[in-house]
């Protein structure tokens, strides 16, 4: 007979390791199942790690943990063919402890946050691929993998297995997502050294910036560019739902080297040395499209419950704090003895009641709105760049009149009508 | 039956970077990985002992984070794991190195007595094929080095018979118990380890000896100072040039590349073996 666990978790991403380790430091029996060859391998995101949930869990994890930069300037850029509108904020309180957040490289993190798992008594296997969960009267009483005598049994089976999970699709919990329901996203990393990238976006050795790009990043399409200092190399990257880039017939690697020659990109980036090519898909279908995350001994938390905020660029803190959600009630469950829908639902008001659903809820349409009425990246932008160059252009014209000219050529480009309508309708979206 | 595998962390040679200006080993740009031949010498101790029944222990000198290569030989299915790790094996050659092996071996020896011990045929990162052969000096028990088989296990008469790789074909030899071997990757294939074993793996607490563990040490002999090895010069080869891509129908092509072939078939003929 295989062994019996309490807790068998299966993905050691952000979720599944906060999950495992909150569970093992309360004196479970944790198994950490893993398909990379180390946990990190195959993880992906742009690379902002949020310290606020990281914090929650283990405290002041900034003194040990693999860490690129601190970001203390956030820069938000509506960008143009030739041209960028760039609002932001610095602030040197991010510089120092606590910090607000920071740049990370996520094969090295996912590895020291897997490993304090581990230290808290989890036991790790890597390389190990979960191909179903055993089913037996209605209940999930353990996992099914790739390898011979793959059987392991366990009280909860946590569903940490990432954007697409096939677990919880069997089990019948979400169906196919739809490809408005998910981004691609590419991402390079690119070698640069560490006084090149400091004077290029103005930083201390200890210090990073993040850039957010909308408009002419995805040619206009719904979705985000970004680029984000790490010690000695960058991450850059674009996405899109994958409907717009089927829609736009566009191929993701186009559409990341259209970024890395736009004028405005290019010299942040020049001269480095591409040293690792990642893709991935994020769920950004947002509140509506969260499954059922608890059933008769299984739990889904992480990307694979679609917890992402993809206006905010929020993903592994909703990630992290889900586990952390997940194994308190996987702990009261162990002392009521009842790991039955009903007692792990318990997991779901939580989550309902945490800023995560609370969050996904707030911006429920705005994906929805942004994709249907593609004016407001295909459109706006480019007014707006136009508008400031206009304003900022010294020939001559009084200031006032050249206010009348730009909100003249904004309703006439639109009409005005449809730009109020715009406008409630973008407020009403995030409100 | 008690086999010991010697086992070595050794960087991922694969994917490895080497610094242009020091022309050393980047080890930083490469994870540590159990070297490949070792896997297959731990693989081919798993396959004898389906056989003969006993059990398996591995053995590795390196750093503390080297119980990760044992903790992978438990994967594949070695039964206990060996690291001995002290500063002052640091630095150690292939000879100070089979000397620590040795002792360590003896002391395995005192407790389980080890009927085989197998090695890789080299470390990917070293090349140098001598820690084997080494500690069967040291051991004073047969080498057989480039083993390709284990063809049979005579455990009444405590003999061995192996086919061992040669350039021109292979050899059998019958080798009395306990002897050492040194194996090549065509012995076996790297099975998928069985759930179980990751299991045990991933609990497995290697046992780990300092040097003040092992009985009757010349510590002259040990590390840097029992190295007598001197690296002179290190370089990377320079890359070979482009080669020469032929043209024309596939017939063309094909009557060019025999020509060249033809031209030097001496390469291909075999040379009689001494």
């Known amino acids: ?190 070698n640069l050294p560490k006084e090149k990238i400091n004077d290029r976006f103005n930083l201390e050795d200890n210090q990073g910036c993040t850039i957010e790009i909308f408009g002419d990043s995805t040619k206009g399409n719904l979705g985000t560019a970004f680029l984000y200092t790490n010690k000695e190399s960058l991450n850059i990257g674009v996405g899109t739902t994958l409907s717009s880039m089927i829609n736009a017939k566009m191929k993701p690697y186009e559409l990341l080297d259209y970024l890395k020659n736009h004028p405005m990109v290019k010299p942040l980036i020049s001269g480095g040395e591409s040293a690792e090519y990642l893709a991935h898909l994020i769920p950004e279908g947002g509140y509506r499209s969260v499954p059922k995350v608890a059933g008769n001994g299984v739990i889904v938390i992480g990307d694979a419950a679609q917890l ?98 730009i909100m003249k050529s904004v309703t006439s480009e639109r009409g005005t009508l449809r730009v109020i309508q715009d406008i409630y309708r973008a407020w009403k979206a995030v409100k | 039956m008690h086999i010991v595998v010697c086992v070595k962390q050794v960087p991922d040679t694969k994917i490895i970077k080497i610094n242009p200006k020091t022309n050393t080993l980047d080890r930083r740009s490469a994870p540590a990985i159990l070297n490949p031949y070792d896997a297959h010498a731990v693989q081919e101790a798993v396959k004898i002992k389906e056989l003969t029944g006993g059990s398996i222990s591995v053995l590795s000198m390196g750093p503390p984070q080297a119980t990760a290569v044992i903790k992978k030989s438990i994967e594949i299915g070695a039964d206990r794991g060996y690291l001995i790790t002290d500063r002052a094996f640091a630095g150690a050659d292939t000879l100070a190195t089979s000397y620590a092996l040795s002792k360590a071996l003896e002391r395995i020896n005192k407790d389980h007595p080890v009927d085989m011990i197998i090695c890789g045929k080299h470390a990917i990162d070293g090349d140098t094929g001598q820690v084997g052969p080494g500690i069967a000096r040291r051991m004073d028990i047969p080498p057989v080095t480039n083993v390709i088989e284990v063809t049979e296990v005579n455990q009444k008469e405590k003999t061995v018979l192996l086919k061992r790789k040669l350039t021109n074909g292979y050899e059998l030899i019958q080798s009395e118990l306990p ?22 793996a991933a609990r497995y607490e290697p046992i780990i000896w300092a040097v003040s563990d092992l009985e009757n040490v010349d510590r002259a002999q040990l590390g840097l100072k029992g190295s007598p090895t001197i690296v002179g010069k290190m370089f990377t080869p320079p890359r070979p040039e482009g080669g020469k891509k032929l043209e024309g129908s596939a017939d063309e092509q094909v009557s060019q590349i025999m020509e060249v072939l033809m031209e030097k078939k001496d390469l291909f003929t075999l040379q009689p073996s001494k």
């Not at chain 1, 009641?353 to 709105?369: G, N, Q, R, V």
């Open chain 1, 308 to 405: 992402v905020n993809a206006i905010h660029r929020e993903g592994s803190n909703m990630a992290m704090h889900s586990g952390l959600l997940a194994a308190e009630s996987i702990i009261e469950a162990k002392h009521r003895g009842d790991y039955s829908e009903a007692s792990l639902n318990l997991y779901r008001e939580k989550l309902y009641d945490s800023f995560i659903i609370k969050d996904l809820e707030k911006y429920k349409d705005a994906a929805h709105t942004f994709e249907k009425y593609p004016q407001y990246f295909k459109e706006y932008v480019p007014m707006m760049n136009k508008a400031m160059s206009k304003f900022f252009t010294v020939d001559g014209t009084p200031k006032r009149d050249k206010q009348k000219q």
């Open chain 2, 179 to 200: 002897c050492l071997l040194t194996v090549e990757k065509e012995i076996n294939e790297i099975e998928y380890s069985p759930m179980p074993n990751m299991i045990e």
């Open chain 1, 1 to 190: 007979m295989s062994e019996k666990f309490d807790v068998i978790v299966v993905g050691a991403g952000p979720a599944g390791t906060s999950c495992a380790y909150t569970c093992a430091k309360s004196g479970l029996n944790v198994l950490l199942i893993e398909r990379g060859e180390y946990p990190g391998a195959k993880n992906v995101m742009g690379g902002v790690l949020y310290r606020k949930q990281m914090e929650e869990l283990i405290p002041e994890f900034w003194k040990e943990a693999p860490l690129e930069r601190p970001v203390i300037e956030q820069r938000f850029w509506m960008m143009d063919k030739e041209s960028v509108v760039s609002f932001g904020y610095k602030g040197l309180e991010w510089a120092v402890e606590p910090y607000n957040n920071f740049t990370v490289l996520r094969a090295q993190f996912d590895q020291w946050f897997a490993g304090k798992a581990v230290e808290a008594g989890a036991l790790l296997i890597n390389e190990t691929v979960v191909t179903e969960c055993i089913v037996e009267n209605g209940k999930v009483i353990g996992v099914r993998t790739d390898r011979p005598n793959g059987e392991v049994y366990a009280d909860v089976v946590v569903l940490a297995d990432g954007v697409n999970s096939l677990l919880s699709k069997q089990l019948g919990f979400h169906k196919e997502f739809r490809p408005d329901e998910v981004a691609l996203t590419v991402m390079e990393v690119i």
